[in-house]
């Protein structure tokens, strides 16, 4: 247990996740802007999830994903470019958006949960729900 541990980083370094988050936030943005969703959704989920326990950590990266995951309209599309090593943390972040309750984020995870599903296998599913130590 205490190799794992090791893996998260203290809460005084939150303030430098929570900068990083902010300049994927601002690349994230840029992308959008020049019409590349997919692009944008890459980079908000590179270096996901955040390695810390720290809940405003989460949150602001969660933003981010959120962000660049409303932002799909092609979902057929977006596997054609995403690579599949992605699969795994897009799984976790769609859960997360299906906890949110809110309808608009729901309906879009759940039309990209049926095509990842469709892609990755129900693995992907168990994957992300047996992994608790790298929680979004």
Same mark, same amino acid.
């Given at each position: 247990?205490?190799?794992?541990? *090791?893996?998260?980083?203290?809460?005084?370094?939150?303030?430098?996740?929570?900068?990083?988050? *902010?300049?994927?936030?601002?690349?994230?943005?840029?992308?959008?802007?020049?019409?590349?969703?997919?692009?944008?959704?890459?980079?908000?989920?590179?270096?996901?999830?955040?390695?810390?326990?720290?809940?405003?950590?989460?949150?602001?990266?969660?933003?981010?994903?959120?962000?660049?995951?409303?932002?799909?309209?092609?979902?057929?599309?977006?596997?054609?470019?995403?690579?599949?090593?992605? @699969?795994?943390?897009?799984?976790? @972040?769609?859960?997360?958006?299906?906890?949110?309750?809110?309808?608009?984020?729901?309906?879009?995870?759940?039309?990209?949960?049926?095509?990842?599903? *469709?892609?990755?296998?129900?693995?992907?599913?168990?994957?992300?729900?047996?992994?608790?130590?790298?929680?979004?």
């Amino acid at each position: 247990m205490m190799a794992r541990a *090791e893996k998260f980083v203290e809460v005084d370094n939150a303030e430098a996740i929570i900068t990083r988050i *902010e300049h994927k936030s601002r690349k994230i943005e840029s992308l959008l802007k020049q019409n590349k969703p997919v692009e944008a959704l890459k980079t908000a989920l590179e270096g996901s999830p955040p390695m810390t326990r720290d809940e405003r950590c989460k949150s602001a990266n969660w933003i981010v994903v959120h962000r660049a995951l409303m932002a799909i309209k092609d979902i057929e599309g977006m596997f054609s470019s995403l690579d599949p090593e992605y @699969y795994d943390i897009l799984m976790k @972040y769609l859960y997360r958006g299906l906890s949110t309750g809110d309808r608009p984020t729901c309906d879009q995870c759940l039309r990209i949960h049926e095509k990842l599903t *469709e892609r990755a296998g129900l693995g992907c599913i168990l994957r992300s729900l047996a992994d608790t130590v790298n929680t979004v």
